[in-house]
């Protein structure tokens, strides 16, 4: 095997990711009338550098009937990706130590392939493997998702990234040592105003939030020999030439242009009949930096919109939040959108009580009728691209008028988690076999759940704030650590009663905690 330039003496962080999840590929695929591959009964997918697997495991904890294969070349990644498998009692997950020269012979074909956090960070001969598998390894009908730093985002940025190369190539001592070093010197140099600070003001507001970073997540985003930023146009020729079309991308509002530019743009999409042509004007408008892009094998097209009740019509819709009310605002970052209107009233109306419904349920809803099917899927869609509407694999419950007093974890896979990673001072995503995917708690409250579980709620905060000592993991308020015990204790107490009465009742209506 061979690095070829990458960064492998320093192990990356642990994350879950939600665009990863199958569910909200599908989901792109069917809005930009694309026939996903089915996942009722069987699926297969691969994630190519996988990293800590914390994706890989979680879909596969969420989605029991799929096959999940992670490849990643680095062995202590790999490693602890094989403990998360064995603890979780992950029969349908499969880790492979290799890089993407060299899978196995036996490793078959997949309906998704995703890597994230690797296209802009390998060498261009890596490169040419992702897209020979892609070629290869990506069933007819498949989809591939690619994430990658994106231009003209970065175009500001890219100085920071090579004086931080330029200086941590000077230092001594492992990746992470040397990325400390160069970024106190980022700093310094920002303090001191150098010039290129003083012009490009966004660039010397973003070394706070490098200051924040750990110092891994930093290693492996900046330190990599090949880093490149894209265009669209250049990631989508390249696949192109590997047999694959673009099919939309994620979130799911950038598949909307009028949510992505401003009004005096707007024209210009509406005379852009090309697609990787508005993409691309699209980025400029936006000044896009990243991009989480999804390509199709030989796509199955959609005939008429029915055919998204047909083929389709597996996923669930829900309100993403117990207390929306219109109107409903949403700021995607380049322009802010509202929600109004009887329509959308309705669609409160018969979602809000919490239960999710299928598509051609909605369209059947004696509130609804006489709306066009047409009318109702294009203000679902708008209502999921704006975060009004949630997705999931499948029904989701109503909230629960009561909570058990005695709770207990499902899978073991999300037992395993919180026994490792409460108060590890990182979020983490518990799965759901109803929803598909995986659903991020705060460490914290990782910490508050694994104690209700394991020994009820008699004395609940006292246990929690004796396990946060024992950590040493700090409390803050106001941004400012709290350091005076009783006032810790009370936040604590507070945390408590919030996670019962607001995160509680949505994990029990998820199935990831039980009665």
Same mark, same amino acid.
């Given at each position: 095997m061979t690095a070829a330039? *990458?960064?492998?003496?320093?192990?990356?962080? @642990?994350?879950?990711?939600?665009?990863?999840?199958?569910?909200?590929?599908? *989901?792109?695929?069917?809005?930009?009338?694309?026939?996903?591959?089915?996942?009722?009964d069987s699926f297969r997918?691969?994630?190519?550098?996988?990293?800590?697997?914390?994706?890989?495991?979680?879909?596969? +904890?969420?989605?029991?009937?799929?096959?999940?294969?992670?490849?990643?070349?680095?062995?202590?990644?790999?490693?602890?990706? +094989? =403990?998360?498998?064995? +603890?979780?009692?992950?029969?349908?997950?499969?880790?492979? %130590?290799?890089?993407?020269?060299?899978?196995?012979?036996?490793?078959?074909?997949?309906?998704?392939?995703?890597?994230?956090?690797?296209?802009? #960070?390998?060498?261009?001969?890596?490169?040419?493997?992702?897209?020979?598998?892609?070629?290869?390894?990506?069933?007819?009908?498949?989809?591939?998702?690619?994430s990658y730093n994106a231009m003209p985002g970065w175009a500001h940025l890219q100085p920071i990234r090579g004086i931080l190369q330029q200086y941590a190539a000077l230092r001594t001592g492992d990746s992470a040592q040397r990325v400390r070093?160069?970024?106190? *010197?980022?700093?310094?140099?920002?303090?001191?105003?150098?010039?290129?600070?003083?012009?490009?003001?966004?660039?010397?507001?973003?070394?706070?939030?490098?200051?924040?970073?750990?110092? =891994?997540?930093?290693?492996?985003?900046?330190?990599?020999?090949? #880093?490149?930023?894209?265009?669209?146009?250049?990631?989508?020729?390249a696949f192109g030439q590997a047999g694959l079309s673009f099919v939309g991308s994620l979130p799911v509002f950038t598949n909307f242009w009028d949510l992505c530019v401003r009004p005096e743009f707007q024209e210009l999409f509406r005379t852009t009949t090309n697609r990787l042509v508005t993409e691309a004007h699209k980025d400029f408008c936006?000044?896009?930096?990243?991009? #989480?892009?999804?390509y199709g094998k030989s796509p199955q097209m959609m005939?008429?919109?029915?055919?998204?009740?047909?083929?389709?019509?597996?996923?669930?819709?829900?309100?993403?939040?117990?207390d929306v009310t219109l109107p409903y605002q949403a700021n995607l970052g380049v322009v802010t959108s509202t929600v109004q209107g009887p329509l959308y009233q309705s669609l409160l109306g018969l979602l809000s009580h919490g239960r999710s419904m299928?598509?051609?349920?909605?369209?059947?809803?004696?509130?609804?009728?006489?709306?066009?099917?047409?009318?109702?899927?294009?203000?679902?869609?708008?209502?999921?691209?704006?975060?009004?509407?949630?997705? %999931?694999?499948?029904?989701?419950?109503?909230? @629960?008028? %009561?909570?058990p007093e005695s709770v207990s974890i499902a899978h073991p896979f999300n037992r395993s988690i919180l026994e490792t990673d409460s108060l590890?001072?990182?979020?983490?995503?518990?799965?759901?076999?109803?929803?598909?995917?995986?659903? %991020?708690?705060?460490?914290?409250?990782a910490a508050i759940l694994h104690e209700l579980v394991e020994r009820g709620r008699d004395g609940l905060s006292s246990r929690v704030?004796?396990?946060?000592?024992?950590?040493?993991?700090?409390l803050q308020q106001n941004g400012q650590p709290v350091a005076d015990a009783s006032q810790r204790s009370q936040l604590v107490e507070e945390a408590c009663k919030a996670f019962i009465a607001t995160s509680l009742p949505e994990l029990v209506r998820l199935g990831i905690v039980t009665a």
């Open positions: 330039g *990458y960064v492998t003496d320093v192990v990356y962080v @642990p994350g879950f990711y939600p665009q990863m999840s199958p569910v909200a590929i599908r *989901y792109v695929a069917a809005l930009n009338g694309v026939i996903p591959p089915q996942t009722a997918f691969l994630e190519l550098g996988c990293g800590l697997g914390r994706c890989l495991t979680t879909l596969a +904890a969420a989605h029991p009937r799929g096959e999940f294969v992670g490849v990643d070349l680095n062995p202590d990644h790999t490693a602890a990706v +094989a =403990r998360d498998i064995a +603890a979780g009692k992950l029969d349908n997950a499969r880790i492979i %130590t290799a890089d993407f020269g060299h899978l196995p012979d036996d490793i078959g074909v997949f309906d998704f392939i995703a890597l994230h956090g690797v296209y802009s #960070w390998v060498a261009p001969s890596v490169r040419d493997q992702i897209l020979a598998t892609a070629r290869e390894r990506l069933a007819p009908g498949g989809l591939l998702l690619v070093d160069a970024l106190a *010197y980022v700093v310094f140099m920002r303090e001191k105003h150098a010039k290129y600070f003083e012009d490009n003001p966004r660039a010397a507001a973003y070394v706070d939030a490098l200051v924040k970073q750990d110092p =891994r997540y930093l290693v492996h985003e900046y330190m990599n020999e090949h #880093w490149t930023s894209f265009y669209f146009a250049e990631v989508a020729g936006a000044n896009t930096a990243f991009r #989480w892009d999804i005939r008429s919109p029915d055919d998204r009740l047909r083929k389709v019509d597996d996923l669930h819709y829900r309100v993403a939040r117990s299928q598509l051609s349920e909605i369209i059947a809803a004696d509130a609804l009728r006489g709306t066009p099917s047409a009318d109702l899927v294009r203000a679902i869609d708008a209502g999921v691209a704006m975060g009004l509407f949630d997705i %999931t694999a499948g029904p989701v419950g109503d909230v @629960p008028a %009561t909570l590890g001072g990182r979020s983490l995503a518990l799965a759901s076999a109803l929803s598909g995917t995986g659903h %991020t708690v705060g460490d914290l409250d704030a004796t396990r946060l000592e024992a950590s040493g993991r700090t």
